[in-house]
C-alpha cells in the first residue's frame, strides 16, 4: 500500500515571500509524484509531475518541486508567492503493486494562504 | 481545458432520498473515479471504474454505488441519503497509464439535512 503525508495542513505567508510545501510519501515500489492545486469553488488541476530523470521538475505558475528518494519527500516549493497563490494544495502519488493496477493516493492537503 | 463536468453543483436534499450524481467526460478517458472531500481530509477514493461494465470499489466504505454503462458516464447514486453523507463528491478521469495525470470536475457540494 502507499500512503502520502502533507506535514502542514495550513501555511500562511505575506506576498512575495517564499514557500515551501511539505510531502513525504511511502510506498513499497517505484512511483510517479504529482502536486495538483485546487482554487475555491474549483476542482484540482495538475501543478506538476515527477515520472523519472531530474529530480527537480518546474511547473506552471513558477513552481517547482524536488524528488528525494532517501527522505521519500516531493516538497513543493515558490521563490515568490502572489495573493492568486491562495488555494489548497494535494500532494498524490501513483505506483504499481504487485500484481495490482495504478490508482492515485492522495495527501490531506495543505492550504496556502497568501497575505498582502 | 478540463472536458469533465459534474451536475448539479450543488444539492440539498433530506434524508431518505435518492439521489444520482451525474459525471461526464468528452476525453475518451478508460479510467474514471470517484473521490469524496472532507475539509482537511484526504481525498478518500470510494469508486472507480477501468472501462464500460468495470466498476470497483475503493479504499473508502461507502454506501454509493456506480455504474459505467457509457465509457463517456459514470453517475454516482445514493439509494437513501443520510446527513452522514454531507460531503463534497469529485468525479475524476484518466487515461489508463500511471504518469497520466487526473482530470477533475468542479465536484458535487452534498448537504443531507
Known amino acids: 500500500a502507499q500512503s502520502v503525508t502533507q506535514l502542514d495542513s495550513q501555511v500562511p505567508v505575506f506576498e512575495e515571500a517564499p514557500v515551501e510545501l511539505r510531502c513525504n510519501y511511502s510506498s513499497s515500489v517505484s512511483v510517479y509524484l504529482f502536486w495538483y492545486v485546487q482554487y475555491p469553488n474549483q476542482g484540482l488541476q495538475l501543478l506538476l509531475k515527477?515520472?523519472?530523470?531530474?529530480?527537480l521538475v518546474k511547473g506552471i505558475n513558477g513552481f517547482e518541486a524536488e524528488f528525494n528518494k532517501s527522505q521519500t519527500s516531493f516538497h513543493l516549493r515558490k521563490p515568490s508567492v502572489h495573493i492568486s497563490d491562495t488555494a489548497e494544495y494535494f500532494c498524490?502519488?501513483?505506483?504499481?503493486?504487485?500484481?495490482?493496477?495504478?490508482?492515485?493516493?492522495f495527501g490531506r492537503g495543505t492550504s496556502l494562504i497568501v497575505h498582502p | 481545458e478540463a472536458d469533465i463536468y459534474q451536475t448539479p453543483r450543488y444539492l440539498v436534499i433530506g434524508t431518505g432520498k435518492k439521489i444520482t450524481l451525474e459525471c461526464s467526460q468528452t476525453m475518451g478517458h478508460d479510467k474514471m473515479y470517484w473521490y469524496q472531500q472532507d475539509p482537511g481530509m484526504e481525498l478518500h477514493l470510494i469508486h472507480y471504474s477501468y472501462g464500460v461494465n468495470s466498476t470497483e470499489k475503493g479504499d473508502l466504505s461507502s454506501e454509493s454505488t456506480v455504474s459505467r454503462i457509457r465509457t463517456e458516464h459514470f453517475p454516482l447514486t445514493l439509494e437513501s441519503a443520510r446527513p452522514s453523507h454531507t460531503s463534497q463528491y469529485l468525479c475524476?478521469?484518466?487515461?489508463?497509464?500511471?504518469?497520466?495525470?487526473?482530470?477533475f470536475g468542479s465536484g458535487t457540494q452534498l448537504s443531507v439535512l
Open positions: 475524476a478521469s484518466s487515461q489508463d497509464k500511471p504518469q497520466e495525470k487526473l482530470f
Open positions: 515527477y515520472l523519472s530523470g531530474s529530480t
Open positions: 498524490a502519488v501513483s505506483a504499481m503493486p504487485s500484481g495490482g493496477s495504478y490508482i492515485p493516493t
